[in-house]
């Protein structure tokens, strides 16, 4: 969607290292989400924000990090990268509940 | 807390036949539901959504969806498929006052000419 990138949008790194994804929106929308996609667990939250500096946890929020210091932009890192962070990863933004989400184009990531 | 049950992994149809999709929902609290459509190596687009009011909810690409509250269901119909419709679906639902959506597992609707 024109409104919200990700990136980037493939990354291998390996196992100990850190990493930082970037989501980056025009919308101007008060939510953004973190969220993983892996084959029989459809999509976990990880972290999400509700405002800049505002963020809480998901469900999956062991080993990884947020920030948003500005309304457009929400990173989620990686402080030690395991195997088991292997993923692809999607950001989501939303003006509010009823409103539904938009999503990135997602970020797969392999860690080796 | 809300979850999300999608009843079928993977759902294997005809072109031009009629498909469903189940999805069961649990929730003590009143929800809003959703269903999104995930095409190969691309992020999700909303399909449709229920708020509140007609509990027969019609959504993009001739899709529609049925909210019953009794048996805490939104199953989501097309009376004809095409092959463009293969792709995988979610259903996601979230509480009123919620900030997030808990998405189920995925059904991956395969058309075959």
């Known amino acids: 969607d024109a409104g919200i990138t990700q990136s980037p949008r493939h990354k291998v790194t390996e196992t100990g290292t850190p990493v930082t994804l970037r989501c980056h929106q025009t919308e101007n929308h008060r939510y953004m989400y973190w969220y993983r996609q892996d084959p029989g667990h459809g999509l976990r939250l990880i972290h999400y924000s509700y405002g800049v500096k505002d963020t809480d946890k998901g469900e999956v929020s062991d080993g990884y990090s947020v920030s948003r210091s500005k309304t457009e932009d929400f990173l989620l890192t990686l402080e030690s990268a395991t195997s088991s962070q292997t993923s692809v990863y999607f950001c989501?933004?939303?003006?509010?509940?009823?409103?539904?989400?938009?999503f990135g184009s997602g970020t797969r990531l392999t860690v080796v | 807390a809300q979850s999300v049950t999608q009843l079928d992994s993977q759902v294997p149809v005809f072109e031009e036949a009629p498909v469903e999709l189940r999805c069961n929902y649990s929730?003590?609290?009143?929800?809003?539901l959703f269903w999104y459509v995930q095409y190969p190596n691309q992020g999700l687009q909303l399909l449709l959504k229920y708020l509140s009011g007609s509990t027969l909810v019609k959504g993009i690409n001739g899709f529609e969806a049925e909210f019953n509250k009794s048996q805490t269901s939104f199953h989501l119909r097309k009376p004809s498929v095409h092959i463009s419709d293969t792709a995988e679906y979610f259903c996601a639902v979230s509480d009123l006052q919620g900030s997030r959506l808990t998405f189920g597992e995925g059904t991956q609707l395969t058309v075959n000419p």
């Open positions: 929730s003590s609290v009143s929800v809003y």
């Open positions: 989501a933004i939303s003006e509010g509940q009823n409103y539904g989400y938009t």
